[in-house]
């Protein structure tokens, strides 16, 4: 008889709303495992003490913590609670601190301090614990490669609130598109970090000027005022920037667009990742078009569940994206094979099997 999961400890300064978080949380349910939560966003070194004394008051009840993402700092302290208290550490570093502070964002320069501040934490987390999440096998390959790893790990896709982000019928949400406009919405929202290539959108956007196609693009970030600079100087008739809205906005712009649009920057990072936006539009069963790359041919087909261009390549994404507005019955079954693809792979309960699988 499978024996009964017992608790874990779910610690960390993480972003309680992050995708990454909520979907993490709810696959742990559902495989079973009842969640007690350590939590804290106060400065370091404050945190550390805080999510300590936290620790140290319920290890009792559980058999592992998990530390969430970003909590790269936090993981040698937590180790050192754990051996002492005989429990297991299990981190969700998400991403590379020196992929995507020194390599994609190029916040810093490579050899300088911060550089190998950034080494040092994704070193020191992952060597410290006892097993590994990681959202793609890239990025596995790339932990393992650069931090010469040797120990149990786990490719845990990214998931979605799926109270928000489930097909909809025709009607059921009011469309956020001005009417009477353009026959054919395209669709963008991100943070404008550089492994989304914005500014390939853009120029996508002006060669297909004069071809009834309105672009939208919603959020704020890093790369936003260049390339609201850059639209302005194409003067694109049909492309608007929006702010962020609310999540629970995002189901209705998606709803009613036409064709979605993933990311489509060159850097590595870029490469490693399924963005949280793929995982969305294929939840709601849309079409969507995406940079090509490892990781997403992990799980979509080209012209089978998802449309593929090449990175950085603005002529490519243009003919790509004038090909599916000509073909709707394309559109209409990449977006219903993308949906299969989210319940065998992305799902909660997807998730929640391999946790299970990994965890015991």
Request: charged share 20%.
């Amino acid at each position: 008889m499978p024996r009964a999961p017992e608790t874990v400890c779910l610690l960390g300064h993480h972003e309680l709303d992050y995708p990454r978080n909520r979907s993490l949380r709810a696959a742990l349910e559902d495989a079973g495992y009842p969640v007690l939560d350590v939590h804290s966003r106060a400065p370091f070194p404050w945190r550390h003490l805080i999510l300590g004394f936290g620790y140290l008051k319920i290890f009792p009840r559980v058999r592992r913590v998990l530390v969430t993402e970003g909590g790269h700092r936090l993981v040698p302290f937590i180790k050192l609670l754990a051996w002492l208290t005989g429990r297991e550490v299990v981190f969700d570093p998400f991403l590379s601190r020196y992929n995507t502070r020194i390599e994609d964002r190029k916040l810093y320069r490579p050899g300088g301090l911060q550089a190998w501040i950034c080494r040092w934490q994704d070193w020191s987390s992952t060597h410290a614990a006892d097993r590994l999440l990681f959202d793609t096998q890239e990025h596995r390959d790339y932990f393992f490669a650069q931090y010469r790893l040797r120990k149990p790990s786990l490719v845990l896709p990214v998931g979605v609130p799926e109270a928000h982000f489930h097909p909809r019928p025709p009607g059921s949400l009011p469309s956020p598109y001005a009417a009477g406009g353009a026959a054919f919405q395209v669709l963008f929202y991100g943070s404008y970090i550089p492994l989304q290539g914005a500014e390939w959108i853009v120029e996508a956007a002006a060669l297909l000027r004069g071809k009834d196609i309105a672009f939208t693009l919603i959020g704020s970030g890093q790369t936003r005022a260049e390339v609201e600079a850059r639209a302005r100087s194409r003067d694109i008739p049909g492309l608007r920037f929006l702010p962020n809205v609310p999540e629970a906005e995002l189901p209705a712009y998606l709803a009613h667009a036409d064709l979605c649009l993933g990311i489509f920057g060159d850097t590595l990072k870029a490469a490693n990742v399924v963005p949280n936006k793929v995982v969305q539009a294929a939840a709601m069963g849309k079409p969507l078009l995406t940079r090509d790359s490892p990781a997403i041919r992990r799980y979509f087909s080209d012209g089978e569940n998802i449309a593929l261009a090449p990175p950085a390549d603005p002529q490519a994404l243009a003919d790509r994206i004038l090909a599916l507005r000509g073909d709707p019955g394309l559109r209409a079954s990449l977006g219903a094979n993308a949906r299969q693809v989210f319940e065998n792979s992305f799902s909660t309960k997807a998730l929640g099997r391999l946790l299970r699988g990994f965890l015991g």
